[in-house]
């Protein structure tokens, strides 16, 4: 059973618009949030995290929103740009738990036309 | 730069082979991690290592097994390979504990192809 979803599989979005990306989780000791972009034929790279205590991180064009009453998380890019076209995966931990393993969601394809 | 290197980009074997998949990371990392990532299904996790020769199952180990006797180095194992194992496979690694944001390192992917 997935502890983490990604129900969008594609999201397409015009350059200089916001993209908005959602994440939902099940497990409430997840206390630790991750997003990854991944271009075809290259392995995932970090882009952003967040922690349970926070409910806002920003890094330059991207934030990722926590709302933990609802499970959960979002991740924003202003303005997107074509270079942005990749499968985003959203990623959850539970710190407290064990051997730092990270749960990932199914991943959206974003799509960034100029 | 933490790097993550894997044996091989591409790789095409026929069912019954025994394959092996190499990983070799060079940040001192304790975790290792073995995913698998096919169209639709995300990353599903095959096995991991917290420590050397230590290793516990993922969501999908039937058909893989893995070995770690060195600390910078965990590899993947196809006893018998099929043809549903035609997939990329993905090493990660990080650190354990004490620092806690448990971000994990990826290489670049292995397609391996079963014919």
């Known amino acids: 059973d997935q502890q983490v979803k990604q129900n969008s599989p594609s999201l397409s979005v015009q350059e200089g618009r916001i993209s908005i990306l959602n994440c939902d989780y099940t497990n409430s000791m997840f206390d630790y949030f991750l997003w990854y972009k991944k271009y075809p034929a290259e392995g995932p790279t970090f882009l952003i995290s967040?922690?349970?205590?926070?409910d806002k991180n920003e890094d330059g064009r991207f934030t990722v929103f926590l709302n933990k009453s609802a499970k959960h998380l979002s991740l924003h890019i202003v303005p997107s740009q074509p270079g942005d076209s990749a499968v985003y995966f959203c990623?959850?931990?539970?710190?407290?738990?064990?051997?730092?393993?990270?749960?990932f969601g199914r991943g959206t394809q974003l799509t960034v036309w100029p | 730069d933490v790097k993550v290197t894997q044996s091989s980009r591409y790789l095409v074997k026929r069912t019954g082979e025994k394959v092996f998949l190499e990983c070799v990371q060079d940040m001192d990392h304790e975790n290792m991690f073995w995913y698998r990532q096919d169209p639709g299904l995300g990353l599903r996790l095959i096995y991991f290592s917290y420590d050397v020769k230590m290793k516990e199952k993922g969501d999908i180990p039937e058909g893989y097994s893995v070995s770690r006797e060195k600390k910078e180095r965990f590899s993947l194992i196809l006893e018998s390979a099929s043809t549903n194992q035609t997939s990329m496979y993905l090493c990660?690694?990080?650190?354990?504990?004490?620092?806690?944001?448990?971000?994990?390192?990826f290489g670049p992917g292995t397609r391996l192809t079963v014919t």
């Open positions: 990660a690694s990080s650190f354990s504990g004490g620092i806690g944001t448990y971000e994990q390192y």
């Open positions: 967040i922690s349970s205590i926070k």
């Open positions: 990623a959850a931990n539970d710190r407290g738990s064990t051997l730092g393993r990270l749960y």
